[in-house]
């Protein structure tokens, strides 16, 4: 698949075309003929699977929860049990690839450390799954490229796990961008990050950098998307620093990153992440007003304000599940996913930039591909 010509504002508008703003049921399909929902493989079976994607394919109408990839034979069990998981749809990370022969499954989800993203993403291809990744999609954009041709060589999707962007207070953000109810935009701040990790062990995938730890790959994809989203525009350039509070626990990634992104038409973004600061906002000033969304990348409970007093509020009754019965629906109708792997390949090409900005002192770094 090429990235040629690539323009974020066509392809937010043909995804904005083919699907309405998101809602919660999916009102768009209450006349449509009922489909065979499609079978979801987690591969990983971390935090974020047990606590958040499986609960949430229990609630989703055009995807279920059909197999699961581990290589822990205790948890294979548990949820195998606790799913009513068939046999045949227990894997490992040794017979992943038979995968491949089984009908069950027609979409597999990656939920493992960075690291592993583009080598499972590329595998489900190749075993001729369609692929929903995590953010961020890879440890830089060349992975993130070969992630891509993967799926485009196999003729299947890659949908990338940017449930922010399926929200519905989101969703509104992102119509401003074309709309420009409070004049063109001027300035974007964003920022993504808690406070933890005091007493992580030290073998925490998100302290080591060979796994794809530290802030700016985890809440900092927040932030960078947040901004790319809200101007609907590509950044020409970025420069930033890293900063730690904690170095005995901060050796070796970053605890707290600062970037500043400049896009086309003078406009720039002020952006933080922080495994050490709490920080949830993201604010747009335009030439008559200002709108912000605060939190703006919780679980739940979005919300945001406008300078002339409007309330986003708007509710959705879990966001992962409506991210999947979206991008769901977007494969068995063959309309644009939200979030294509090109969305994560721009995010990769800018994080490439923010890693080298910061080696080199906080000079500025112009943003190629």
């Known amino acids: 698949m090429s990235t040629e010509g690539w323009s974020r504002r066509q392809v937010m508008k043909g995804a904005l075309g083919a699907l309405a703003v998101a809602a919660w049921p999916l009102r768009s399909q209450a006349a449509a003929p009922p489909r065979k929902p499609l079978g979801v493989a987690l591969v990983g079976l971390g935090g974020y699977s047990r606590g958040r994607l499986a609960p949430a394919l229990e609630l989703t109408r ?4 059909a197999g699961i990839v ?5 948890k294979a069990k548990e949820w195998q049990e606790r799913y009513r998981l068939a046999d045949r749809n227990i894997y490992n990370y040794d017979n992943f ?25 590329i595998a489900a291809a190749e075993a001729g799954k369609h692929v929903w990744c995590e953010k961020p999609m890879a440890m830089n954009a060349g992975e993130a490229q070969r992630m891509i041709d993967a799926c485009a060589r196999n003729k299947v999707k890659l949908a990338i796990g940017y449930r922010m962007q399926h929200e519905p207070n989101t969703r509104r953000i992102i119509s401003w961008v074309d709309e420009k109810p409070y004049g063109a935009i001027q300035r974007v701040r964003a920022e993504a990050g808690f406070n933890a990790f005091d007493d992580a062990s030290p073998d925490n995938w998100r302290l080591d950098p060979a796994r794809g730890g530290g802030a700016m790959y985890d809440m900092g994809v927040y932030a960078l998307n947040g901004a790319r989203y809200a101007t609907g525009l590509e950044p020409l350039a970025v420069s930033a620093r890293h900063e730690t509070r904690r170095p005995k626990i901060f050796d070796r990634v970053d605890e707290t990153t600062r970037f500043t992104l400049e ?9 933080a992440t922080s495994f050490g600061i709490t920080m949830n906002q993201l604010r747009v000033e335009a030439e008559r007003g200002w709108y912000e969304l605060s939190p703006f990348q919780s679980y ?18 879990h966001q992962q599940a409506l991210q999947m019965d979206e991008d769901a629906l977007a494969i068995m109708q063959g309309t644009p996913l939200r979030a294509p792997g090109e969305e994560g390949l721009a995010d ?7 890693f080298a900005s910061a080696r080199a002192g906080g000079k500025k770094i112009t943003i190629t591909g």
């Open 62 to 65: 055009h995807c279920r929860l």
């Open 70 to 74: 581990t290589g822990t034979p205790s």
């Open 97 to 121: 690839a038979s995968i491949a022969d089984n009908p069950d499954i027609d979409v597999v989800y990656v939920v493992l450390p960075n690291s592993l993203h583009a080598k499972y993403t």
């Open 263 to 271: 896009f086309p038409n003078g406009i720039t973004a002020d952006c």
């Open 300 to 317: 739940d409970g979005i919300q945001g304000r406008t300078s002339d007093g409007k309330v986003l509020n708007a509710k959705v009754q």
């Open 348 to 354: 990769m090409r800018v994080i490439d930039a923010i």
